[in-house]
């Protein structure tokens, strides 16, 4: 959507990338339609083959840990990892204590200064102020 | 980057949506890899059936013309298209003269003037801007 690198990392760093994000979107044993969406569209900039896509799927019916996820990822794939797993913890309009423990976790993991979820969660704050200044662009179309 | 309500929409428009996107990514040629990218998320993100998209994927190699996608399309649909297709053009860094015809084309249909498509592009720009920060503080 906007200029991004996930499609940069070698297979098998996708792969785990996008692992990570099917563990995030079940965390709270629900997925909304909005997460949905915004997993299957992390999962599009991926580009998974469709072997691995169908894995990814499996693994948001059946999840892997954390500690499985965080096993295969590191370097920047981890750090993406990291940035969309904020977003899709935010898809739904709040982050409860289950995302928030995994994102800290997460950031740990990958040796992250201590306040690198909190910037990612302002960050994220203001992604969704620009997409409403977009909708909101959209209906002075309608006028 | 955030859901929408677009896949509220038909799955006939979904992919009309889609094959939109597609003919924008290929205007200025040959489509690169992380325009690809953008289009596999966009589809992603309306949640577009698996055999869709194999359908739009198909027009990867000769998108369909304009024309024929905008012809009778909704035009609250085109706003939403108008405001992806901005998005998908400037994947690659700039505005290409036919990408802007495209664009010009799609904002007529969705009802929007120069002014407001102006406006559209420097919303891109923003949002750029914004994607492009949460890198500083992962240090990459």
Redesign the interface.
């Known amino acids: 959507?906007?200029?991004?690198?996930?499609?940069?990392l070698p297979r098998e760093e996708r792969f785990a990338y996008a692992r990570l994000l099917a563990y995030m979107a079940r965390i709270d044993n629900e997925l909304t339609?909005?997460e949905?969406?915004?997993?299957?569209?992390?999962?599009?900039?991926?580009?998974l083959s469709p072997g691995q896509r169908d894995a990814i799927r499996a693994a948001l019916k059946s999840p892997p840990s954390l500690e499985e996820c965080l096993e295969e990822l590191s370097g920047?794939a981890g750090?993406?990892a990291?940035?969309d797993a904020v977003?899709m913890a935010a898809?739904d309009g709040t982050v409860d204590e289950d995302e928030r423990d995994a994102l800290e976790d997460i950031s740990e993991h990958l040796g992250?200064?201590e306040d690198?979820v909190e910037?990612?969660l302002d960050?994220t704050v203001?992604?969704?102020k620009?997409?409403k200044?977009?909708?909101e662009?959209?209906d002075?179309?309608?006028e | 980057m955030f859901p929408d309500g677009l896949s509220h929409r038909s799955p006939q428009e979904r992919v009309r949506y889609a094959e939109i996107l597609v003919y924008i990514a290929a205007a200025d040629g040959e489509l690169v890899r992380e325009e690809i990218a953008t289009i596999e998320a966009m589809m992603g993100r309306a949640m577009l059936h698996p055999e869709s998209r194999i359908t739009v994927r198909a027009g990867f190699e000769q998108p369909i013309p304009l024309e024929q996608s905008l012809a009778d399309l909704d035009p609250v649909l085109a706003q939403i298209i108008l405001r992806d297709a901005a998005l998908v053009a400037a994947v690659d860094g700039d505005y290409d003269r036919k990408e802007l015809t495209a664009l010009r084309k799609i904002a007529k249909v969705a009802g929007a003037s120069n002014s407001q498509l102006s406006a559209l592009l420097d919303w891109v720009k923003e949002g750029w801007l914004w994607f492009e920060k949460a890198g500083v503080f992962l240090g990459q």
Do not use: C, I, N, S
Request: aromatic share 10%; hydrophobic share 50%.
């Open positions: 959507m906007l200029p991004d690198t996930v499609h940069k339609v909005d949905m969406a915004m997993f299957e569209q992390r999962l599009g900039t991926a580009l920047e750090r993406l990291l940035r977003m898809a992250l200064r690198a910037q990612l960050w203001k992604g969704y620009w997409m200044e977009g909708y662009l959209l002075t179309l309608e």
